[in-house]
């Protein structure tokens, strides 16, 4: 099984190593975890464990989100992802997965939703330099300037950086160090930072780097 979780991040902070070397760590939240359902090749096509993560009031969840935590005697859930397998997994439905299932896992990829600024120019959005701020530029100093070739293509080149929606997508921070597993309070630590808020769900999975 690709071992992975459901939490939440808790903040930043740093630990000492015997050296005195100070770590930049992120505290996560991971777990506990109801294992929703179980994907099959036979059933569905491929192989995947849909976990559940943090309980949602049931008058706050839909009638089929009731219904499908009731498969398995939980309630519904706010956070609900999958976890893609390379083949069948022993993991049952109902099974409930805590923060122990990475003591054997040196390295993970956590997955959020970065912090939205919403529409945003080029010197915030891209750390454009701007124009002078001399004679002659008349109130032109955050412009991104020229932006387009001349008669040949006589149009802006597909991809170029313009202003527009900055943040708020899905981002893959690969292959961090886990530095500490916390059984007792459900905590993983892991050296470095990752993507959205304090508070924000996140999706912990064993790396598939080598």
């Given at each position: 099984?690709r071992?992975?979780?459901?939490?939440r991040?808790v903040?930043?902070t740093q630990i000492y190593?015997?050296?005195?070397?100070a770590?930049?760590?992120?505290?996560?939240e991971c777990?506990?975890?109801?294992?929703?359902q179980v994907r099959?090749?036979?059933?569905?096509?491929?192989?995947a464990?849909?976990l559940?993560y943090?309980?949602?009031?049931?008058k706050?969840a839909?009638q089929?989100?009731?219904?499908?935590a009731?498969k398995v005697?939980?309630e519904?859930k706010?956070?609900?992802?999958?976890?893609?397998?390379?083949?069948?997994?022993?993991v049952?439905?109902?099974?409930?997965?805590?923060?122990?299932v990475f003591?054997?896992?040196?390295?993970?990829?956590?997955?959020?939703?970065s912090k939205g600024?919403?529409?945003?120019?080029?010197?915030?959005?891209?750390?454009?330099?701007g124009?002078?701020?001399t004679?002659?530029?008349?109130r032109?100093?955050?412009?991104?300037g020229?932006s387009?070739?001349?008669?040949?293509?006589?149009?802006?080149?597909?991809?170029i950086?313009?202003?527009g929606?900055?943040?708020n997508?899905?981002?893959?921070?690969?292959?961090?160090?886990?530095?500490?597993?916390d059984l007792?309070?459900?905590l993983?630590?892991?050296?470095?930072?990752v993507?959205?808020?304090n508070g924000?769900?996140?999706?912990?999975?064993?790396t598939?780097?080598?």
């Amino acid at each position: 099984m690709r071992v992975g979780l459901l939490g939440r991040k808790v903040g930043m902070t740093q630990i000492y190593e015997a050296d005195g070397t100070a770590v930049p760590i992120t505290v996560l939240e991971c777990g506990p975890c109801t294992v929703l359902q179980v994907r099959t090749e036979e059933r569905d096509g491929y192989h995947a464990v849909q976990l559940g993560y943090a309980d949602k009031k049931r008058k706050n969840a839909t009638q089929a989100a009731r219904g499908h935590a009731k498969k398995v005697d939980a309630e519904p859930k706010r956070y609900i992802r999958e976890l893609r397998q390379d083949g069948p997994t022993d993991v049952a439905a109902g099974q409930t997965l805590t923060v122990e299932v990475f003591n054997e896992i040196g390295r993970v990829d956590v997955i959020g939703t970065s912090k939205g600024r919403g529409f945003s120019g080029v010197l915030k959005r891209h750390g454009f330099k701007g124009l002078r701020a001399t004679h002659g530029v008349k109130r032109m100093h955050r412009h991104p300037g020229s932006s387009g070739p001349s008669a040949d293509p006589a149009h802006t080149r597909k991809g170029i950086k313009k202003p527009g929606q900055f943040g708020n997508a899905r981002i893959t921070v690969k292959n961090l160090k886990v530095v500490r597993v916390d059984l007792t309070n459900n905590l993983l630590l892991v050296r470095g930072a990752v993507p959205g808020p304090n508070g924000g769900f996140l999706t912990i999975r064993q790396t598939n780097k080598v």
